[in-house]
């Protein structure tokens, strides 16, 4: 407020205008993951006024603090169910993914291991039940990426360094018990701990928050098995026994004669099993226990001395084409081979009958 003083105390003629402008003296900018630590934001306000006929306008001091650097991560699994495994199966694979949510580049420490007895309490269904343990543990990480297992290339044991925002994939690979029987479940663990880039331990400020010195912050959340505000986090994954089985089975069926009538046993001592004769395979694809059977295709190439009979493929009972013709019937036969392609197959499951002819030359 503003007074014009004479011999008599007035209160202000006029008072036109005033305003207020708050401005960073850095330039605003956007970084992924937040601001960097060690940025120094700068901030004052100023004040422009009008008081009579008179302009003025004042400033304040300038406050000047450093960003922290804050420590944060997530671990997940990726599926959300367990790995299909087989008793004795060597170098099982499951999958993660470690997300650096701090501000900064960062490293982390990786360990694998075996869930402490079902870990009801923390644990997340279907990782909630711990039937056996397997060997071996050990955390790869993915070198390019791509979520694939690849021994030769995913040899590292931790991550060295990942950027804000950035995830990267990890597996555990453990070996599998040839003891074990169908439907039981092993739960592992994977805990990372973060670190400096190249792998230097990490320790949360203690003291009081100073403004222009850049304190690290531990503002994890907790896991399974780790507290919050430690700089680590963990997840489970499980491998599940599965009986799942695919078995081929191929027989001959009939027998046509070039004269005379259909001979259903030729196996009985027959002599119909001549030139000209006709054959009649059988092939069953039949399934046993619970799961999903991916990429299924079945190829039967025709036998030496023999003649496929044109448009003779039958699958359970129903007459397929011979051509290229997916998604029609999905049978071709090409190159002298019979493929039949049946895709994904969820077991429990049908079996599935294939049937064709050929000549004998």
Do not use: C
Request: proline content about 6%; charged content about 10%.
């Amino acid at each position: 407020m503003g007074f014009i003083t004479h011999s008599t105390y007035y209160q202000p003629t006029r008072l036109l205008s005033m305003w207020v402008v708050l401005f960073l003296v850095l330039p605003q900018m956007a970084w992924a993951g937040g601001t960097p630590s060690g940025q120094v934001i700068a901030n004052r306000v100023s004040v422009g006024y009008v008081i009579g006929n008179i302009a003025d306008s004042r400033s304040s001091n300038t406050i000047l603090f450093a960003v922290d650097k804050k420590i944060n991560l997530l671990v997940t699994e990726t599926t959300g169910a367990p790995t299909l495994v087989v008793a004795g199966q060597p170098a099982a694979v499951t999958t993660f993914h470690i997300t650096n949510l701090g501000n900064d580049p960062q490293g982390y420490s990786l360990s694998a291991t075996q869930a402490n007895g079902n870990p009801s309490i923390n644990g997340v269904a279907p990782f909630d039940t711990n039937n056996f343990n397997g060997a071996g543990w050990v955390a790869y990480v993915d070198a390019n990426n791509d979520g694939i297992y690849e021994p030769l290339i995913d040899t590292a044991t931790s991550i060295s360094s990942l950027n804000p925002d950035a995830t990267k994939t990890v597996f555990i690979v453990s070996d599998i018990p040839s003891s074990v029987t169908s439907g039981q479940q092993s739960v592992v663990r994977l805990t990372a701990t973060t670190t400096a880039v190249g792998g230097a331990a990490l320790t949360a400020s203690s003291s009081a928050d100073t403004l222009l010195i850049v304190d690290t912050v531990f503002a994890d959340a907790a896991g399974p098995v780790d507290i919050a505000h430690d700089a680590k986090h963990s997840a489970y994954a499980a491998y599940l026994i599965n009986d799942l089985t695919v078995t081929l089975s191929k027989t001959i069926v009939s027998v046509q004669p070039a004269s005379g009538p259909v001979v259903l046993n030729p196996a009985s001592g027959d002599t119909v099993l001549r030139p000209g004769s006709i054959i009649t395979y059988q092939i069953v694809a039949s399934f046993a226990g619970t799961g999903t059977v991916n990429n299924l295709v079945i190829t039967d190439p025709i036998p030496a001395n023999t003649t496929y009979v044109p448009q003779s493929i039958t699958v359970n009972g129903i007459a397929q084409t011979d051509a290229a013709d997916t998604p029609t019937d999905n049978t071709e036969f090409i190159g002298n081979t019979i493929t039949i392609t049946r895709g994904t197959v969820t077991v429990p499951a049908t079996n599935v009958v294939i049937q064709f002819q050929a000549t004998i030359n």
